[in-house]
């Protein structure tokens, strides 16, 4: 059986049920606002100026926000013992992976679309061309992590505290790509040259590769464990 045709239904069905509730997205959403007014109310006016800050408090929220929305990738199917029925369906368990994985990368790039320009405004980031490749940076990042958030959630659904474990095993795994995200970040709102980005872009292209194969084959075995 193709693995695109039963990974694109899986995606749909997930989107469709999140458009109707639409619980783990405004739960993000707001999460995201709530941690980008955090910083600007905490921060020492005379010390720290809004657009220094800027680069980090972005990362940060998007990274928490996106943490709160894969927190529910498996939820639904563990209270209906719908993950059972998909797996007892011939169906490659690649295409599951696949399927989850496009649905929580929908999640975290409409999270990342409402944050990024409610960012620009409380931080006063300058409008410029930089914010474009910003948020061409975001995608990339979202790509990697999300593929392992989707194996690890897949991991901690099937425990009691799946809510508490996913962050503590996720979040050591978001560190890289976070930290090549606001290093190019940095550079891109200060105008530096491209031969400063490329190393950073290569290294979070490398990350996505990587951990994109590595969770399309652990994927299986997590599931069946």
């Known amino acids: 059986m193709s693995t ?29 606002i709530l941690v980008l007014l955090i910083f ?21 929220a998007l990274a928490l926000a996106s ?12 209270e209906h013992a719908a993950l059972d029925g998909i797996l007892l369906s011939p169906a490659p368990r690649a295409a599951l992976f696949w399927g989850k994985w496009l649905a929580n990368l929908c999640f975290v790039l409409v999270v990342q679309a409402v944050a990024f320009p409610l960012w620009i405004l409380f931080f006063n ?7 474009v490749l910003v948020a061409g940076v975001a995608i990339l990042t979202a790509i990697g992590f999300t ?6 959630a897949a991991m901690a659904v099937r425990t009691r505290f799946a809510e508490l474990l996913l962050p503590v095993l996720l979040l050591p795994f978001m560190l890289p790509p976070v930290f090549f995200a606001a290093q190019l970040t940095t550079r891109l709102l200060a105008g530096r040259p491209a031969d400063e980005l490329w190393g950073w872009i290569r290294l979070l292209s490398l990350y ?9 084959l652990l994927f299986p075995v997590v599931v069946e464990e």
């Open 40 to 60: 600007v109310f905490a921060r020492d006016p005379g010390v720290i100026a809004l657009p220094v800050l800027a680069p980090a408090v972005l990362w940060v």
């Open 67 to 78: 943490l709160v929305a894969l927190n529910r990738a498996f939820l639904l199917e563990r």
């Open 125 to 131: 980031v300058p409008p410029s061309g930089a914010l």
């Open 208 to 216: 996505d590769v990587v951990f994109l194969a590595v969770a399309t």
């Open 4 to 32: 695109w045709k039963p990974a694109l239904a899986i995606a749909a069905k997930d989107l469709t049920i999140e458009w109707r509730n639409r619980t783990a997205l405004l739960t993000a959403t707001v999460f995201a």
């Open 147 to 152: 593929a392992v958030g989707t194996v690890l």
